[in-house]
Nanobody, 123 residues
């Protein structure tokens, strides 16, 4: 069993920064990749970023490239999403999700999800 807990969301002004954390516990050895997704009100959930636990390979949605950075601390089973130069369109609930084998943008392939953390970018 795997548990994922997000933290670090909040209210920030445009151009500001936040760092989100995704702490994994349980049988973390069974999962190879952690992704961040986000969902704004009335919108579909979309992939933001992903990191492979084994290779360290990272992936980003075009909308966040150059602004967001995903990283991991394998010893602590924690994945981070550093978000810089935030824009109002980044406002959403951010979720982390675990994939057993690889990074994927397909929501249905993910086995576990965190509860989500709200990010609001507004002046």
């Amino acid at each position: 069993q795997l548990q994922l807990v997000e933290s670090g969301g909040g209210l920030v002004q445009p151009g500001g920064s936040l760092r989100l954390s995704c702490a994994a516990s349980g049988f973390t050895e069974d999962y190879s990749a952690i992704s961040w997704f986000r969902q704004a009100p009335g919108q579909e959930r979309e992939g933001v970023s992903c990191i492979s636990r084994s290779t360290g390979s990272t992936y980003y949605a075009d909308s966040v490239k150059g602004r967001f950075t995903i990283s991991r601390d394998n010893a602590e089973n924690t994945v981070y999403l550093q978000m810089n130069s935030l824009k109002p369109e980044d406002t959403a609930v951010y979720y982390c999700a675990a994939h057993r084998n690889y990074c994927s943008g397909r929501i249905l392939e993910y086995d576990y999800w965190g509860q989500g953390t709200q990010v609001t970018v507004s002046s």
